[in-house]
């Protein structure tokens, strides 16, 4: 994954390391020309020595072998060679020198104050024994042409290669360490912010970031941040409100009008139409009241106030129970059971029948023709887990991510004739999130639906 601090560690490196190759680079040049120029200014002393008469120094000058010197007199015959002019190659390299000389004026004719000589042209030059700086000067007695190893000079600056070639990298690691540091310092209010956002749930919603500490680039962040959670607590708390109230007041208004068509049917004639028509009235004040309920509760899931009565409640016996009214119900289905006996938990005994409920009843309204019903519970160390699939051509994979949401059905071909609303899944969920558990679908294999319900064994009380 890309890492925000990671990067900013490496552009950093990356343009202090452009920088100090470049400071580096430019610092080695100017390091040379100096050791060159001052190179330069000896030959030019040495050159103006040796057009004197020999002395000791220039015997010294002849003797070093990193030191060429060549004097010739006037008509090109040579007066002096140094040992080092033994490399044929150099000796050419000076006399070709001497050639493009520029002529240093006669003592006769020097004017009472002695002007500056004329420079002359150094050269660099490459033989077998190493490279030389050369220079050479005409003087009207004799020619002069001196050459000085650079070995000495390339070792100086190899040296000090060498201390930038240690140096950069460890200044890089530096930097990129300093960058580093610098940018987890600097993102410290956005860890801040995940860390909030993390926090926030159903009932974490009152989570707020203090903006005392925050740098000022991050004050508005956190700002709007603030505001959308405040806005965001403020119509859970009215949707989840509405849902409570609206529960509540339908409640009583549908237990009478259920009662007064109970009571009317008792009174009209068994078999007429009025009968039929109450009764299919019957059914959907009926239906209401169970979306009523279901919607009750979970808008207390929601609001984290789902209240449980628990006590020891036997999964086993429960599980039996309903294969028996699954005999009833569908007859046409077969029915595999692998039901270990005396899974027990703590829990809430009718919430946790209507979550097992729920999972039977889609099993069998959303199973194929002549299908099955597989039912398996079993036990481990620390939870009690129970699957329950069914035969089918599976559920979409659009309608997967989406099969515990509220009001969703699916494909409405598969569930056009299948009653219900898209809320029992939802609260079965919610239901077992309440007992610490978790129900989840699995699409592992084909040609199947099956749900996992996992509870641990002894749930703790909230």
Known sequence: MRSFRLRIALLSATLAGIALLGFGAISWIQIYNAKVNRLDADLLNQLMRASRPRDREQRFLEDDPNIGLLVLDSEGNVRYQSAALSDQKLEQLLRRNLQLAPLAPSRRELPPIRPIPPRPQFVTGQTPTGTWRIGALNFPETQVAIAINLHAIDQEMDGIRNIFLISIPGMLLLVAGGAWIVAGRALRPVRQLTGVIQKVTVTGLDQRIPIGTTDVEFVQLIQVFNQMLERLERSFLQASRF???????????????????????????????????????????????????????LSLADAGQMSLYRVKVNLSDLLFEMLEDIELLAPHLTVQSEIASGLTVQGDRDLLKQVLQNLLSNAIKYNLEKGWIRIRARQNQTAIQV????????????????????????????????????????????????????LKLDSSQMGQTAFILTLPKTASRP
């Open 243 to 297: 849902s409570a109230d609206a529960a509540h007041e339908l409640k009583t208004p549908l237990t009478i009008l259920q009662g007064e068509l109970e009571r009317s049917l008792r009174q009209v004639e068994p078999g007429s139409e009025v009968q039929q028509r109450l009764s299919s009235l019957l059914d959907e004040v009926r239906r209401l009241s169970s979306i009523m309920r279901k919607l009750l509760l």
């Open 387 to 438: 699957t329950i699939a069914n035969a089918s051509k599976g559920i979409p994979v659009q309608d997967r991510d989406r099969i515990f949401d509220r009001f969703h059905r699916g494909d409405p071909a598969r569930t056009r004739k299948v009653e219900g609303i898209g809320l029992g899944l939802s609260l079965a969920r919610e239901i077992v999130r309440a007992h610490h558990g978790d």
